[in-house]
């Protein structure tokens, strides 16, 4: 396949991906994963991050799983890192025991 066929292909899938109607996106992203293209590796991983119904993001994944491995995971994690630097952690505070019985008292039982 040609880098423009290829190209074609993947707005092709992309005008399908955003077609109000479930089922038509569930059917073009399974037609994706069955005929592999890296071309088509940012348009999944982008709808995978907007997709409301469910059973397409399966799909979009399963899709995704099925190209080449090389380019999938650095593209999909691309965009999965937050843009503002997150809080510190805070530090770990130890567990605090319950206060020993005064003597003469009963322990209670465990």
């Known amino acids: ?8 292909n993947a707005a092709a899938l992309r005008a399908a991906l955003e077609t109000p109607d ?3 996106r569930l059917q073009a992203a399974l037609s994706a994963g069955t005929r592999p293209d890296p071309e088509f590796i ?6 995978c991050a907007v997709e409301p119904d469910f ?5 979009l994944t399963w899709a995704l799983v099925r190209q080449d491995r090389a380019p999938t995971p650095r593209r999909s ?3 999965s890192h937050p843009t503002r630097p997150r809080r510190a952690a805070r530090p770990c505070t130890p567990c ?7 003597s003469g008292a009963p322990s209670p039982r465990r």
Do not use: C, Y
């Open 96 to 102: 605090r025991r319950s206060p020993t019985p005064p």
């Open 42 to 47: 940012d348009v999944l991983v982008a709808r």
């Open 1 to 8: 396949m040609t880098h423009t066929t290829s190209q074609q």
């Open 77 to 79: 994690f691309r965009g």
């Open 22 to 24: 479930a089922s038509h």
């Open 55 to 59: 059973f397409v993001r399966d799909m």
